[in-house]
């Protein structure tokens, strides 16, 4: 059973575009945080957020976290090929993320 | 500060071989996890310490596997024996003590496993 399910799975679209990833679940998390992971490194830390309806923005990217904390997303502004990499959302519960399967991001030039 | 620091980052053994990995976590994280990365199954929670002490090891795929922690700035994962199913990226992450409860991890790069 995946508790959180992120979609898409994979998105490839054109550079300038704009883009949402989403993470739900029908769990409460206590912590939600969005990952970027490239290939042969690990996953890197982007944000955490731990209130409900909480908005926090990195530069052209947007998070968001669901009032009843139970989802999230993440909207991609003007997407450049640097943002390419496997992006994944992962819950806060009991000191453990549950983590989502990961969108597969790739940004064309 | 340096990060969650691993080694090997690459390993290719033969199957029935012992392979032990290694981590050391950011210095004065409380909690060590272990994860093991493949395309099918994704991220996978193997086992997780909390001062030097295993708290969940439901994640161990079988006997085959074992973690120890000895020390706050050491841990260990072992497979013996090893086999081709076992080919995976394996990853140690560190995590403080968060009063927030955000339970924010820490990745090091991971070890490349290949079981031939």
């Known amino acids: 059973t995946q508790l959180l399910e992120q979609s898409p799975q994979f998105l490839s679209i054109q550079e300038g575009e704009n883009l949402t990833v989403y993470c739900n679940s029908s769990?409460?998390?206590?912590?939600l945080q969005w990952y970027r992971q490239e290939p042969g490194e690990g996953p890197v830390l982007l944000v955490t957020?731990?209130?409900g309806g909480e908005v926090k923005k990195l530069k052209r990217l947007t998070f968001q976290f669901g009032d009843a904390r139970k989802d999230s997303s993440l909207h991609i502004t003007a997407a450049q090929p640097g943002d390419t990499g496997l992006y994944l959302c992962?819950?806060?519960?009991?000191?453990?993320?549950?983590w989502g399967a990961g969108t597969k991001l790739i940004i064309k030039p | 500060d340096a990060g969650v620091i691993q080694s090997p980052r690459h390993e290719v053994t033969e199957m029935g071989q012992e392979v032990t990995l290694r981590c050391k976590p950011i210095?004065?994280?409380?909690?060590l996890f272990w994860y093991r990365q493949t395309m099918m199954r994704g991220l996978e929670l193997l086992i997780y310490?909390?001062?030097?002490?295993?708290?969940?090891d439901s994640g161990m795929p079988e006997d085959r596997f074992s973690a120890k922690m000895p020390n706050a700035s050491f841990s260990t994962l072992k497979i013996q024996p090893s086999e081709p199913r076992d080919s995976a990226v394996y990853f140690c992450?560190?995590?403080?003590?968060?009063?927030?409860?955000?339970?924010?991890?820490?990745f090091g790069p991971g070890t490349r496993l290949t079981v031939t």
């Open positions: 310490f909390n001062n030097n002490v295993p708290i969940d």
């Open positions: 210095s004065g994280h409380d909690y």
């Open positions: 957020v731990v209130t």
């Open positions: 992450a560190s995590s403080p003590l968060d009063r927030r409860s955000t339970y924010e991890q820490y």
């Open positions: 769990s409460v998390f206590s912590s």
């Open positions: 992962a819950g806060g519960r009991n000191y453990q993320l549950i």
